[in-house]
């Protein structure tokens, strides 16, 4: 499984990207043919996003 974590205006630091795969280890354990996850986190003034593309076989 492929996981691409982007940071838009903020840095992605190790502690960020070890709560992002713990909160997406839940969609592998009920899905078994996922190829690879893209994760866009994003920040503008006081909305923070975060969108996830899970790319399945």
């Known amino acids: 499984m492929?996981?691409?974590?982007?940071g838009l205006r903020?840095?992605?630091?190790p502690s960020l990207r070890e709560?992002?795969?713990t909160k997406l280890e839940?969609?592998?354990?009920h899905v078994d043919n996922?190829?690879?996850i893209s994760v866009t986190l994003s920040v503008d003034k006081l909305v923070q996003k975060a969108?996830?593309?899970?790319?399945?076989a």
């Open 10 to 13: 903020l840095e992605v630091t």
């Open 26 to 29: 839940r969609v592998t354990r």
């Open 19 to 21: 709560y992002v795969e």
């Open 51 to 56: 969108e996830v593309n899970v790319h399945l």
């Open 34 to 36: 996922v190829v690879g």
């Open 2 to 6: 492929n996981l691409k974590i982007t």
